[in-house]
Every structure is written in structure tokens, then in C-alpha cells.
């Protein structure tokens, strides 16, 4: 089955790590997103990619950093200079860049800062 | 700057009560408005999208949505709820020419049994 897979779940940071939260998808879709999401804040945008090799800053990505060397992978590192780290993180894919192509979301990882 | 609100945050129903969840945005242009559900423990999934059109647009689940563009409104509707429709609802926007969602802030769904 064509999907996404975050991993790992549930994640534990120790203050000053830098840690990196893992996005692949084998749907072939040329975009893919980073989300942040909060309790009464909704989704955010940290940092999105159009193609291989470039990707672009979102709405909240201080603190945050990623690569796209493959296609199918998107990692993120969350840095010690974020400074609330402990979230619900979202990855999504979609075919194309255009508004008629609706998302797929991975299942998520939990971050949480000891 | 684009914004979207959702202003019911919580929302209990019994079952086979009627749903409406509002969902406003500020935006002048031409949008794309969605609606996700993410059930407890699953992924976001998309609901229903609206492009241009009839503004009644019918998702999954008996789910349906009525864009006003005067009112800036995007609401879901459901007749008669399930417990199953216990879960948290996001409305999203797209601005034409642009490519990434604008969230609204979710409603959390309970539904009785």
C-alpha cells in the first residue's frame, strides 16, 4: 500500500539535543510538508518542499531544519535552538503544488522534551 | 493575512443530533476550501474539498459543506451524527496561486452514545 510512514511514534529529547524525526513516502508525490501540531493552535507549517533538492521555510521553522535529497524522504531536525520542541509533528505529501491536490498525512511522531 | 477560524472548539452531540461546525476565513481572492477529520489515533484524512462549483459540496460519511462566499463561511454539516463521528475536524484554505494550507485551529467532536 502507497502511504507515508513517520517514525519513529513517540520520541524523547533530553534539553540541548538535536534530534531528527524520519518522513518517507513511496506515493511518488513531488511535494512534501512539515506540520506542528498544538492543542487549540491547529496545524503550522514549518518547512515544505516542491522538489528534490530545494525546499522553502514556513509559517514557524526557527529552530528547525531539514534536507530533500531523495524524492520519497523529507527528515526533520528539530535543534536545541527550538525553544518549545515538545509537539504532535505531521508530515504530508501531495502530487503536485497546486491547491487541487488534497494531502496525505502520515501518522505522526510525538516529540516530547525530558 | 489569511487566517482561518473555527470558533467551536468543543463540541458535544448525542447521537443522531444534527452537526454544524462553522468555519470562517479572510481572504478576498479566489480560494480552495477543505475539511479534514483525524479519528483518535488515525491519520488526517480528507472530508470534502471545494473548488469551484456548486457551493454544496457532499464529502464522505454523509458529510456536506456549503461555501457562502459572501459570509466568508466554509461550514460542515451533518444530518444525523454517530458515535463514530467522535473526532477532531480541521477546515483548511488554499489561496489561489499559492500552493500550502492555511489551518483552522480544529473542533474536537464528541459524540454520546
Known amino acids: 500500500d502507497g502511504g507515508i510512514t513517520q517514525s519513529p511514534k513517540y520520541l524523547f529529547r533530553k534539553e540541548g539535543q538535536n534530534v531528527t524525526l524520519s518522513c518517507e513516502q513511496n506515493l511518488n508525490h513531488d511535494a512534501m510538508y512539515w506540520y506542528r501540531q498544538d492543542p487549540g493552535q491547529g496545524l503550522r507549517l514549518i518547512y515544505y518542499?516542491?522538489?528534490?533538492?530545494?525546499?522553502q521555510k514556513g509559517d514557524i521553522a526557527e529552530g528547525y531544519s531539514v534536507s530533500r535529497e531523495k524524492k520519497e524522504s523529507f527528515p526533520l531536525t528539530v535543534t536545541s535552538a527550538q525553544k518549545n520542541p515538545t509537539a504532535f509533528y505531521l508530515c504530508?505529501?501531495?502530487?503536485?503544488?497546486?491547491?487541487?491536490?488534497?494531502?496525505?498525512f502520515g501518522s505522526g511522531t510525538r516529540l516530547t522534551v525530558v | 493575512a489569511q487566517s482561518v477560524s473555527q470558533h467551536n472548539h468543543h463540541v458535544i452531540l448525542s447521537e443522531a443530533a444534527s452537526l454544524e461546525l462553522g468555519c470562517n476565513y479572510s481572504y478576498g481572492g479566489t480560494v480552495n476550501l477543505f475539511w479534514y477529520v483525524q479519528y483518535p489515533g488515525q491519520h488526517l484524512q480528507l472530508l470534502l474539498k471545494?473548488?469551484?462549483?456548486?457551493?454544496l459540496v457532499k464529502g464522505i460519511k454523509g458529510f456536506e459543506a456549503e461555501f457562502i462566499k459572501s459570509k466568508f463561511s466554509f461550514n460542515l454539516r451533518k444530518p444525523s451524527v454517530q458515535w463514530s463521528d467522535t473526532a477532531e475536524y480541521f477546515c483548511?484554505?488554499?489561496?489561489?496561486?499559492?500552493?500550502?494550507?492555511?489551518f483552522g485551529t480544529g473542533t474536537r467532536l464528541k459524540v454520546l452514545a
Open positions: 483548511a484554505v488554499i489561496s489561489s496561486g499559492t500552493y500550502k494550507y492555511i
Open positions: 504530508a505529501s501531495s502530487p503536485g503544488t497546486g491547491p487541487l491536490y488534497g494531502y496525505t
Open positions: 471545494y473548488f469551484s462549483g456548486d457551493p
Open positions: 518542499s516542491q522538489i528534490v533538492n530545494d525546499f
